[in-house]
Every structure is written in C-alpha cells, then in structure tokens.
C-alpha cells in the first residue's frame, strides 16, 4: 500500500526557517517524481516544488523561488521540503504527492501544518 | 488569482448530473494533459482523473473527464451525497516551469 506521511510542521516566526519531511512506503521512491503542494487556511490548491526521481531537476513556484529548496534521500525513502525566510502567506498545510507516469500527484499524504506567525 | 479558471460552486439533485468547467491557455491544458482532484472536507485531495479522460482504479465511472483546446471538464453523474467535495483541475505551464491548479469548485449536492 502507498502511504506518505509528512512531518515536521509547527509554530515559527517570520523570516525563521522549518524542514518538513515526507516519508515514503508501499514503492520505489527512486523511480518516481515528486511534488509539494500546500493549501492555506480555507483556500484553494497551489503547487509549490517538484523533484525528479535523482534530484537532478527541480522546479519551483515562482513565490518561493530562491527560499524554498525542495531535495530527497532515495536511501532513506524520503522528500523534504527547506523553507527559509518564512512569512505569514507560507501559513498552510503542506501536503507530499506522488507524481505518477502520466499521473501526476495520484498518491497524497494527509498534510502537515505550517503556522508562520509572531 | 489562478492560472486556471473554474467556477466557485456548483450544485445539482442527488441523481442528477453536474459538470464543472476549468479553462486556460495555450502553455497549459492546451498543451498537456489534465487532471481532476476531489478534496473532501479535512481530507487531503484524491486523484479522480488523469490524462483528460482515465479514471485510477476504484474512481466509479460516473466521473468522466474531457478536454477542448485550452479548456476541460469534469462530469459526475447519478449525484450522490457523498459527492459534496471541492474540485480542482491541475496541469503544467510550460511558460512557467511549474505545476498549476484551478481555484476549485464547490459541489453542492442539493
């Protein structure tokens, strides 16, 4: 069975910096892409980074661009997503997805909530 | 303001059939393919339809999937309750570099 499960959200203020984490089971991380997506409090889906299977391409949403840096551990079946330089419009639960061939994002975890806030 | 456009809400009888329009340009759905997501209240999203028009495995045909030039649509027959749930289209913009979703729709099932 799929299962990714993402960790690591919490409290932090503006400009501070947090390391979320997905965690992968149920198949070959390595042959997959990968893509982060967030949601803020009663708002819509935004796409935010995505990673091909060896880390050699990535691509960013333009508002997070030069802050955010999205990497992963094939050995250790997992996504991360660094955030740096955080402000109060990052406030949203970030959800890890499994980009499928020719399906993209078919498996998501259940999200983790970031709160950038003083 | 989304890259795609969708229509804020929609709604329909249990029963009946509703479809919901996701338009956009020439660097995304009119040059790759389309994706629907269903969001169930504090639920993450769940793929419904990829490729304009495939359903994965254990989506009930009475969703379906098509795209036109540079729009899409989603259609849900046989209207159930269980269907109220917000709707997204997804897709690539190749002038971006990056993944785009619609604002969503919400269905109301009356």
């Not at chain 2, 254990?58 to 045909?61: L, S, V």
């Given at each position: 069975e799929v299962q990714l499960v993402e960790s690591g959200g919490g409290l932090v203020q503006p400009g501070g910096s947090l390391r979320v984490s997905c965690q992968a089971s149920?198949?070959?991380?390595?042959?997959y892409w990968m893509s982060w997506v967030r949601q803020a409090p009663g708002k819509g889906l935004e796409w935010v980074a995505n990673i091909k299977q060896d880390g050699s391409e990535k691509y960013y949403v333009d508002s997070v661009k030069g802050r955010f840096t999205v990497s992963r551990d094939n050995a250790k079946n997992s996504v991360y997503l660094q955030m740096n330089s955080l402000r109060a419009e990052d406030t949203a639960v970030y959800y890890c997805a499994r980009d499928g061939p020719g399906r993209p994002r078919d498996y998501w975890g259940q999200g983790t909530l970031v709160t950038v806030s003083s | 303001q989304s890259v795609l456009t969708q229509p804020p809400s929609v709604s329909a009888a249990p029963g009946q059939k509703v479809t919901i329009s996701c338009s956009g340009s020439s660097s995304n759905i009119g040059n790759t393919y389309v994706s629907w997501y269903q969001q169930s209240p504090g639920t993450a999203p769940k793929l419904?339809?990829?490729?304009?028009n495939k359903r994965p495995s254990?989506?009930?045909?009475r969703f379906s999937g098509s795209k036109s030039g540079t729009s899409a649509t989603l259609g849900i027959t046989g209207?159930?309750?269980?269907?109220e749930a917000d709707y997204y289209c997804g897709t690539w913009d190749s002038s971006l570099s990056a993944g785009v979703f619609g604002g969503g729709t919400k269905l109301t099932v009356l």
């Open positions: 149920g198949f070959t991380l390595s042959t | 419904l339809i990829y490729d304009n254990g989506i009930p045909d209207l159930q309750t269980g269907d």
